[in-house]
């Protein structure tokens, strides 16, 4: 019995070292990168737009565009130039204006279901090219066959980022007010089809040793 | 019995066998990488005793070689102090490698200091640390003063200027204004007036005339030398004079932060001269900004409250001490008992005083100018007008209109001490024109001369705050985003 006790803590200890061994020896310090829900609020955080803001502001404007029967309920599906090339930022917070229409772009074109047509204007050049190899005979016409020209567009997506700042140099407190707007402009008459905003006020304080 | 008998036997015997035939088979397979394991080790417990946890010279040296050659030593300095100076060693290293022309680091570097000033540090360990009775202000991660973040911002201003991104260029500048309203007095919030009209600027280029006009009315308001540009203006040219304010330490236990004025130099004007033979233009700069000013009438912050506090308790703390030690030494003395008591109580309370640390942190930016000067003009030839259809009227072109295949002249800038010119040449200046404005921007003296090691950094706290482990993956994490 003494024995056999003997032989099983050696069982025991040696599978133990045999499994653990190598994670022991391997063991560091670092952090792994962690998976963040885009639609939660991040761990770094301050007072301006945010990537949980992105996700918010996309799925209300789709909502509200796709109530709209002017754009989304015609016979002909109408066509929108949605990039950021006439969005401007007059806020306070640097952005990439592309983060904001690439997401509105891809949840409407999900959402719209073939009842709008999206026309892209930001990679004419690489129509262009393809459009003039075809008929230069050097390949063939593809699939959809040729067309005369390329997409005119109906309506473009317009619009501007504004803040307000404030601050209590008692409290430390900082505040925004971010205001996205944004408007569907008809390309032939100039009017306004669509308007949408989506506001952001965002509050908070630094650690008081950097007040 | 006898299963459970064999079944653990051969348990044993295989896990026996297992760690003996990994080990044999990592000794026969290389014995020169045993060997170079245990020197490698042994190198390690080196720089251990050295550099602490790391990050060692082999991993520091492997990332710097990735980076220009002229950048190398201010990225050894970043990747080593990790998140504790970030934010400040991107601040120099961004002002060096715009003065090189690697635009591309430069801004890389002010984003990555911008994205530190922006967020909230809140319930972070080291600024908590640095409120510590027994802590020293310089254990916080460094964000700067008001007039350090807002030149982080006016630089990237100007990088995003240089690539035609006008919109982007007005927020830095507005953001950099609103560093200014920190001040406590009125009276200075918001008095940065060049920030102002150079948000103008931005919108001038971006064709807000609306706005660009409301800013530069601002901008005169507060300082009148800062006249609106004409409205066909579509360069802009920036030079940076002198050296800018130093931060130094006062009181009885240097507990206060206090602004000096940087080293003296003769430069306080400049002349701008563009282009070559028949089309130079030549004109002085207006002088539109002195960062001493901004710097020493931002007020009171927050932390000299806490900072005053543990002066106060340091002085409190030996007052007692000198009176535990004097007055019960005389008492004991009278009263015939052993005024060693006393003496040991006053010491053990001096002792204690010894351990509170008031002392304000003076690390800082030391690459800033004193004074920045600022003038527009127009250069070019025609104007591309759009193209008009037949029988219409051609539309008057829109202010800072592009001229047709334009681009900014050679520039040489001429540095005077008031009306007496010096024999200075400054910095090659950048310039750039990618859109409809054109963007020069010059220093009369190079930031290429200074350490890559920011002043009034505390190696020894800076050190012991790398033993910690939450504070070691952050910089790891830091140190990954720039790999």
């Given amino acids: ?211 | 019995m006898k299963i459970v008998h064999r079944l653990a036997t051969g348990i044993a015997v295989a896990s026996l066998l297992s760690l003996s035939s990994m080990a044999s088979a990592q000794d026969a397979v290389d014995p020169a990488a045993k060997a170079a394991a245990k020197a490698r080790a042994k190198q390690v417990a080196a720089w251990k005793a050295q550099y602490g946890p790391g990050p060692y010279p082999d991993e520091v040296e492997a990332f710097v070689q990735t980076r220009e050659e002229r950048l190398r030593e201010y990225y050894r300095v970043l990747y080593y102090d990790g998140e504790h100076n970030a934010v400040l060693n991107f601040e120099r290293l961004g002002l060096l490698s715009m003065e090189l022309g690697y635009y591309a680091d430069a801004e890389k570097a002010f984003d990555g200091a911008l994205d530190r000033i922006e967020a909230f540090y809140s319930k972070d360990k080291q600024a908590e640390k640095a409120t510590s009775a027994t802590r020293l202000e310089v254990n916080k991660d460094f964000k700067g003063e008001p007039y350090e973040r807002a030149m982080a911002y006016y630089y990237r201003g100007l990088l995003y200027l240089r690539k035609g991104d006008y919109d982007n260029a007005r927020a830095s500048f507005k953001a950099a204004e609103y560093q200014d309203t920190v001040s406590g007095e009125e009276t200075f919030q918001s008095d940065f007036a060049l920030l102002t009209y150079l948000q103008g600027w931005a919108s001038h280029c971006a064709g807000d005339g609306g706005q660009a006009a409301d800013s530069f009315e601002q901008a005169a308001k507060v300082d009148a030398r800062l006249k609106a540009p004409g409205p066909n203006d579509n360069l802009l040219v920036l030079t940076e004079v002198g050296a800018g304010p130093v931060k130094a330490t006062d009181g009885q236990y240097q507990e206060k932060l206090v602004f000096r004025p940087g080293t003296a130099m003769p430069e306080n004007s400049a002349i701008v001269t563009l282009g070559t033979g028949k089309t130079t233009r030549a004109w002085p700069l207006t002088p539109a900004a002195n960062l001493y000013t901004q710097a020493s009438t931002r007020g009171g912050r927050a932390i000299d409250g806490i900072l005053d506090g543990k002066a106060q308790f340091k002085s409190g703390l030996e007052t007692t001490s000198a009176l535990v030690t004097n007055i019960g030494t005389r008492f004991s003395e009278q009263m015939g008992g052993d005024a060693l008591y006393a003496q040991g109580a006053g010491a053990v309370i001096g002792m204690f005083s010894k351990s509170v640390r008031p002392t304000a942190d003076t690390r800082m930016w030391d690459g800033l100018p004193s004074g920045i000067l600022v003038g527009t003009t127009r250069w070019g030839g025609a104007t591309a007008a759009p193209p008009v259809a037949k029988g219409k009227k051609a539309v008057p072109a829109a202010s800072a209109a592009a001229p047709v295949g334009w681009s900014v002249p050679p520039v040489s800038m001429a540095y005077r001490q008031d009306d007496t010119m010096l024999e200075l040449t400054g910095i090659k200046p950048m310039s750039g024109n990618a859109g409809k404005c054109g963007v020069v921007w010059a220093r009369s003296r190079s930031v290429a001369g200074l350490p890559p090691q920011a002043p009034g950094n505390n190696a020894k706290i800076a050190l012991e705050r790398k033993k910690d482990k939450g504070v070691w993956a952050k910089d790891e994490a830091f140190r990954a985003t720039l790999r």
């Fill in chain 1, 1 to 211: 019995m003494q024995k056999l006790r003997h032989v099983a803590t050696a069982a025991i200890i040696g599978l133990g070292l045999t499994v653990a061994g190598p994670a022991i020896a391997k063991k560091d310090r670092s952090h792994q990168a962690v998976d963040l829900d885009p639609d939660q609020r991040g761990i770094v955080s301050g007072v301006g737009i945010e990537g949980q803001d992105l996700g918010r502001m996309a799925d209300q404007m789709v909502r509200d565009l796709m109530a709209n029967p002017e754009v989304s309920n015609r016979a002909t599906p109408p066509r929108i130039i949605l990039d950021s090339s006439d969005l401007r930022n007059q806020s306070s917070q640097r952005i990439d204006k592309d983060i904001i229409t690439d997401e509105l772009r891809g949840k409407l074109m999900g959402a719209a279901r073939g009842k709008m047509r999206f026309v892209s204007r930001e990679f004419i050049a690489a129509v262009e090219q393809e459009r003039a190899l075809k008929r230069e005979g050097v390949v063939d016409s593809g699939t959809t066959g040729l067309t005369r020209a390329t997409a005119g567009a109906d309506y473009k997506l317009v619009g501007k980022i504004t803040s307000l700042d404030s601050r209590n140099n008692d409290t430390g407190m900082q505040e925004r007010l971010t205001v996205i707007s944004l408007e569907m402009l008809d390309l032939e008459y100039g009017t306004l089809v669509w308007n949408g905003t989506y506001k952001i006020r965002r509050a908070g304080a630094d650690d008081v040793v950097y007040r």
